[in-house]
């Protein structure tokens, strides 16, 4: 079409655009579906640009769109800068409030060199308007959408208060309010800052939680659901909560602590399971003591279950047994099974004091990734309390305070208490380290005298077993001379008998 024609026609088009408001309610109601479309036809064929709008709330159910959601936060995040009128709301799960562009208000954003507007309707029917030109119409619903899915979906994470959940017993999941899960705000202040262990360990831990989290497209080459699992063991006192609260803290993530006491059956274990969320940590804590988890003791019951049940088994019966309560091989399921890959990004962790009672199935490389000991403090880890507790790096009294660590086993928690002197707060890092001195002592007083203890009884018992088997002995001894001696008489009494039937037959 010449410009000549176009010019002709332009008139005429604007003409139409004034005019269509005024006819339509003249136009009898059988043809005013058509003109209506007609008139949206003529007008899009001439103008350049494209409208995606992102409503609220979804036609069904009345569920708010995820995608309104994700665009509200990136508009508050990437251009409410340019916006002069502006909205701010306050999220229930979240302290911060949410500063976002306001009815009427248009601003520009560019992806991939591309210009773009956003027009946003705060009315009753709200929405967000996208105008692009049509070219781009390829990239703006792929890749422009998906970009601000993502980014929307990393500021909400980022601004949300981060929560501890713990499961609520089995009871209480039905009914008005119910839920598998309650909460409170994770407000846990440890850092890997604040954790004293040695350097090098910790520096490994990091290292290795963030290849993690920058891992996705990683996991998904190899095929492997993307999570991680951690097994922290040492003696009480020595870090393992602290520790997952700096991983939490490290990480931004949400924590689920599963008391597996308050678990009954394996499907349980699996409602639990499928009612977490991603971007989280599932914590086992005392796994030696939750449950009797070890695969020896599980089968001796299995067979004795055998021996019992095998005449009265029906069809199915085994496998309602297996779900009818919590087994190992259900919180294997539950690490690595195929319900452990819904949601993606999460880290399991258990701790234990006592690793060697764990069975070796449920720790094994793979379900475990990284077996992280936290052990007593060392002179490096004590280096880490002194600087959060009395912001000191160097002092005169480190050189006693590191022989005496060599000498007797103190956890982190003791050295902390030590290191606070409750008198007074305003006490200099000399005096609290002085205490510290003496605490130590007098633990190593306390642990020669327990030595010492522990000495003696190992000889009490070792002299009483030997008593024992002495006496054991002399009784043995005692009862083979008296059956000899009582053979012995048997044997002459059968002698004379028999000497006395064959004088009978001479
Ligand atoms: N490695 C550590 N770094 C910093 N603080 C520590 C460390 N270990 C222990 N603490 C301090 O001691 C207290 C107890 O530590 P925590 O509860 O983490 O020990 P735990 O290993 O989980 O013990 P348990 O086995 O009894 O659960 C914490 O409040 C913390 O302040
Ligand atoms: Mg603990």
């Known amino acids: 079409?010449?410009?000549?024609?176009?010019?002709?026609?332009?008139?005429?088009?604007?003409?139409?655009f004034f005019l269509y408001p005024m006819v339509k309610d003249h136009i009898p109601f059988q043809l005013r579906n058509y003109v209506a479309t007609l008139f949206h036809k003529v007008l899009s064929f001439f103008n350049p640009y494209a409208v995606i709008t992102i409503q609220e709330y979804r036609a069904e159910y009345w569920q708010r769109d995820e995608l309104y959601t994700a665009a509200q936060a990136y508009l508050s995040s990437a251009c409410s800068s340019l916006a002069c009128k502006l909205k701010a709301e306050l999220s229930q799960d979240s302290d911060t409030p949410l500063v976002t562009i306001d009815n009427y208000e248009?601003?520009?954003?560019?992806?991939?060199?591309?210009?773009?507007?956003?027009?946003?309707?705060?009315?009753?029917?709200?929405?967000y308007r996208l105008t692009f030109?049509?070219?781009?119409?390829?990239?703006?619903?792929?890749?422009?959408?998906?970009h601000i899915l993502k980014q929307g979906r990393d500021v909400t994470l980022r601004r949300r208060q981060r929560r501890l959940?713990?499961?609520?017993?089995?009871?209480?999941?039905?009914?008005?309010?119910?839920?598998?899960?309650?909460h409170v705000a994770f407000e846990h202040p440890a850092?890997?800052?604040?954790?004293?262990?040695?350097?090098?360990?910790?520096?490994e831990i990091i290292d290795d939680l963030v290849t993690f989290r920058e891992g996705k497209e990683y996991y998904k080459q190899i095929g492997k659901a993307w999570k991680r699992g951690y097994l922290l063991y040492g003696p009480p006192g020595t870090g393992k909560s602290t520790m997952i609260a700096a991983i939490a803290n490290f990480m931004e993530y949400d924590v689920y602590d599963l008391e597996l006491t308050a678990v009954k059956t394996n499907t349980e274990l699996r409602k639990i399971f499928i009612e977490t969320t991603g971007k989280s940590i599932i914590v086992i804590e005392d796994i030696d003591c939750s449950l009797d988890l070890t695969g020896k003791r599980k089968e001796k019951k299995k067979e004795k279950d055998d021996d019992e049940k095998e005449s009265k088994k029906l069809p199915g019966m085994e496998e309602k047994e297996e779900n009818s309560k919590l087994t190992l091989s259900g919180l294997l399921n539950f690490i690595d099974g195929l319900w452990?890959?819904?949601g993606g990004e999460r880290i399991v962790i258990f701790t234990t004091n006592h690793l060697e009672k764990l069975d070796p199935a449920l720790i094994r490389r793979g379900r475990m990734d990284m077996h992280i000991e936290l052990s007593y403090c060392t002179f490096e880890a004590f280096k880490v309390l002194a600087k959060n507790y009395l912001r000191v790096e160097k002092h005169d009294l480190f050189d006693t305070i590191q022989t005496l660590l060599g000498e007797v086993n103190m956890t982190p928690a003791d050295v902390a208490e030590g290191l606070m002197l409750k008198k007074s707060r305003n006490k200099d890092a000399g005096a609290c380290l002085e205490n510290l001195i003496k605490v130590i002592e007098v633990a190593k007083e306390e642990a020669k005298r327990k030595a010492e203890l522990e000495e003696l009884a190992a000889k009490q018992k070792e002299e009483k077993s030997k008593e024992e088997a002495k006496q054991k002995e002399e009784k043995s001894n005692e009862e083979a001379k008296q059956k000899e001696e009582k053979s012995n008489e048997e044997a002459k009494i059968e002698e004379k008998e028999l000497a006395t039937t064959v004088d009978g037959i001479n």
């Open 165 to 182: 959940f713990t499961n609520s017993p089995s009871s209480k999941w039905y009914g008005y309010r119910s839920s598998v899960w309650s």
């Open 340 to 342: 452990s890959a819904c």
């Open 133 to 146: 030109h049509k070219r781009h119409r390829n990239l703006i619903e792929g890749e422009y959408l998906k």
């Open 1 to 16: 079409m010449g410009a000549e024609s176009w010019a002709g026609i332009a008139p005429t088009i604007v003409s139409l």
């Open 106 to 127: 248009e601003v520009p954003d560019t992806f991939k060199g591309v210009k773009v507007w956003w027009y946003a309707c705060m009315q009753s029917n709200k929405f």
């Open 191 to 203: 850092t890997f800052d604040t954790i004293a262990m040695d350097p090098e360990k910790k520096r």
